[in-house]
C-alpha cells in the first residue's frame, strides 16, 4: 500500500514551458486535492476533485488545470510556467468517512527559471 | 486578516520541557479543528483534531476556546522527535481544509 505518490519529485522549468505533475493514490478514496505551499503563505488550495471525472477550484487555480480521468489519478498541469508557480506542489487525497485527514503525498519541488 | 494565524517561532526548548502553541482563527462559523505535523522538507500529516472539550494524546494536549476563537497545542516531556512545524487547521467550507502558516519547533539535547 503506497498511498500516495507524486511524480516528480523534482523539476526545474523555464517560463513559458509546460508539465503535467501527477498524483496517484491506491486507497480508493474519492476525494483529491491539489495544493501549494510557499514560504509565510502555508498551504493553499489550487483545484479538488470529488470523484471520478469531477474537478473544481481551489483559493489559487489561476494558471493551472487538472484532470481526473480515473478515480486513483490526479493530474495538475502548467500550460505556460511563470516563476510566480516556483513552490511545492502536495497532493492530498481522503476517504468519505474522514472528511477532515487528508492524506499527502511527498510533494513536488518546483522551480520556475 | 489571515484566516488562520499561527506564531511561526521557532519555539527552542530543551528535552523534557512543556511547550505550547496557539492559533486563532477569524471564521466564528469553524466547526472543525486539527494540529497537523510537518516534518521539514516532508509532507504534513494528521497529529490530531480538537474537541471543544479538549483532548489528549500521550503527551500532546489540544483544547479549543470558541469565545476567543483560538486553539492551543501543549506538549509535555518534549522528545528531540517532536521537533517539526505544527499547522494549526481549521475546516473551510464543503469539507475543505484552510491552514495556517505553521509553529516550528527545535527541541534541543
Known amino acids: 500500500n503506497a498511498g500516495v505518490t507524486q511524480t516528480p519529485k523534482f523539476r526545474v522549468l523555464k517560463t513559458g514551458q509546460s508539465m503535467t505533475l501527477l498524483c496517484a493514490q491506491d486507497?480508493?478514496?474519492?476525494?483529491m486535492y491539489w495544493y501549494r505551499q510557499d514560504p509565510g503563505m502555508g498551504l493553499r488550495l489550487i483545484h479538488y476533485?470529488?470523484?471520478?471525472?469531477?474537478?473544481a477550484k481551489g483559493e489559487v487555480p489561476d494558471g493551472y488545470n487538472v484532470s481526473r480521468l480515473k478515480k486513483q489519478n490526479f493530474l495538475l498541469g502548467l500550460e505556460s510556467a511563470a516563476p510566480s508557480q516556483t513552490s511545492v506542489y502536495f497532493c492530498?487525497?481522503?476517504?468519505?468517512?474522514?472528511?477532515?485527514?487528508?492524506?499527502f503525498g511527498p510533494g513536488t519541488r518546483l522551480t520556475v527559471t | 486578516r489571515k484566516e488562520v494565524e499561527q506564531d511561526p517561532g521557532p519555539f527552542n526548548v530543551p528535552e523534557g520541557a512543556t511547550v505550547a502553541f496557539n492559533c486563532t482563527y477569524s471564521?466564528?462559523?469553524?466547526?472543525?479543528f486539527f494540529w497537523y505535523r510537518q516534518d521539514c522538507r516532508k509532507e504534513p500529516k494528521l497529529l490530531m483534531s480538537?474537541?471543544?472539550s479538549g483532548n489528549e494524546d500521550g503527551r500532546f494536549t489540544a483544547q479549543l476556546n470558541r469565545a476567543s476563537q483560538y486553539i492551543s497545542l501543549l506538549i509535555r516531556d518534549s522528545k528531540l522527535s517532536d521537533s517539526a512545524t505544527y499547522l494549526c487547521?481549521?475546516?473551510?467550507?464543503?469539507?475543505?481544509?484552510?491552514f495556517g502558516t505553521g509553529t516550528r519547533l527545535l527541541v534541543s539535547p
Open positions: 480538537v474537541y471543544s
Open positions: 492530498a487525497s481522503r476517504n468519505d468517512y474522514s472528511p477532515y485527514e487528508q492524506y
Open positions: 487547521v481549521v475546516n473551510g467550507g464543503f469539507q475543505k481544509l484552510v
Open positions: 471564521n466564528s462559523a469553524s466547526q472543525s
Open positions: 486507497m480508493n478514496h474519492e476525494y
Open positions: 476533485s470529488v470523484g471520478e471525472g469531477t474537478t
